[in-house]
């Protein structure tokens, strides 16, 4: 049988425990948060003063902080590119709206909240320039992205367990910075969004640790995979407007290492806590090729480590146009 055969195999046979992860790890509509529930109350007669008192406390974050927040917005509103992709994974038929399919979209209509409660927060305290991330975003979906994955769910499962477990350090320390600068209610916001990729981070993670039970050897060389070519950000495309293609990541990337929200350091230890999770070091029935990827696996974040106390930051801030000094 053929590794895809396989792979299907593996999936059709979680399948039938899907409703029950949904049930485990997904909230239902009417229970979960709504980005109205922290915004100004548009109904409200005080609409104008909260949106005033936000704009008011909005001014004390600095600069990277704020291109910290629209790389944050402007990942999560690519959100289409990232259904588009699981919808093609191997084992999840959207046609047949099978279980994994149901799962695809449910987790979607959770994300999804999470753009529109930072992207109506940024709009509404006008530090940024929301024609220039409305145009960023854009260009985002319409690139789309490559995560290296193709179709295999195994390498996807990999990729998400690691990226949702990443968003979480990311929106969390969005949250952190909001409370000491003193915007609670922004503080808040972050933090609740992040609560739901941990939650997310849980369940593909899940995912990875059924499959090794099952197909142990295969997950192995899948994991080795995806930690030897790196896991690259979903928007690792971005650019600014008549910029070309992945232009502004690197500088967005500099923003949030420079005020500590998402660091290589962070990167690593992501890695150590998956190869923890899963108990890499204590699988067995592997092949020879699956025993080397896991001693790979096992010395990689400490050489990681390593490469990334070499990193230099640039101190200055890169000026975004999606960020002018002058609104600040």
């Known amino acids: 049988m053929s590794i895809k055969n396989i792979r299907l195999e593996v999936m059709q046979f979680l399948e039938k425990n899907v409703t029950g992860y949904m049930d485990q790890y997904l909230i239902p509509v009417e229970q979960i ?17 909260e949106v005033k008192e936000l704009r008011e406390i909005s001014k004390d974050l600095p600069y990277d902080f704020w291109v910290a927040m629209v790389g944050d917005m402007i990942t999560e509103e690519a959100l289409p590119t990232y259904e588009n992709w699981l919808m093609e994974v191997e084992g999840v038929d959207n ?8 799962w695809v979209r449910q987790w979607t209509g959770e994300e999804n909240r999470h753009g529109d409660l930072l ?5 509404l305290s006008g530090r940024v320039n929301m024609r220039e ?43 952190q910075l909001a409370k000491k600068y003193g915007d609670k209610k922004l503080s808040k916001m972050c933090k609740m969004i992040a609560g739901d990729e941990m939650r997310h981070h849980h369940a593909y993670s899940h995912f990875v640790s ?45 923003s949030a290492q420079r005020i500590g929200v998402y660091t290589a350091n962070d990167y690593v230890e992501i890695m150590q806590k998956l190869i923890e999770k899963w108990e890499i070091e204590k699988i067995s ?14 010395k990689l974040p400490a050489r990681m480590a390593k490469i990334s106390e070499r990193l230099v930051i640039p101190k200055e801030s890169h000026i975004f146009k999606w960020v002018e000094p002058a609104r600040l």
């Open 95 to 102: 046609e047949g709206r099978n279980g994994w399919s149901a």
């Open 285 to 298: 029935g592997l092949t020879d090729e699956a025993e080397k990827a896991r001693d790979y696996l096992m």
């Open 133 to 175: 991330i409305e145009m960023t975003t854009q260009h985002l979906i319409n690139d789309g992205f490559d995560i290296g994955t193709g179709r295999d769910p195994y390498k996807n499962f990999v990729y998400t367990s690691f990226q949702e477990l990443a968003t979480y350090v990311s929106h969390n320390r969005v949250s």
């Open 119 to 123: 992207n109506k927060y940024l709009y």
């Open 33 to 49: 948060w709504q980005p109205t529930d922290f915004l100004p109350n548009s109904e409200g007669d005080n609409f104008l003063e």
């Open 210 to 254: 059924e499959i090794f039970k099952v197909d142990p050897s295969e997950m192995m060389l899948a994991f080795q995979y995806m930690m030897k070519a790196k896991i690259v950000m979903p928007a690792h495309f971005l650019r600014e407007s008549g910029q070309k293609i992945s232009s502004a990541f690197e500088l967005f990337s500099d």
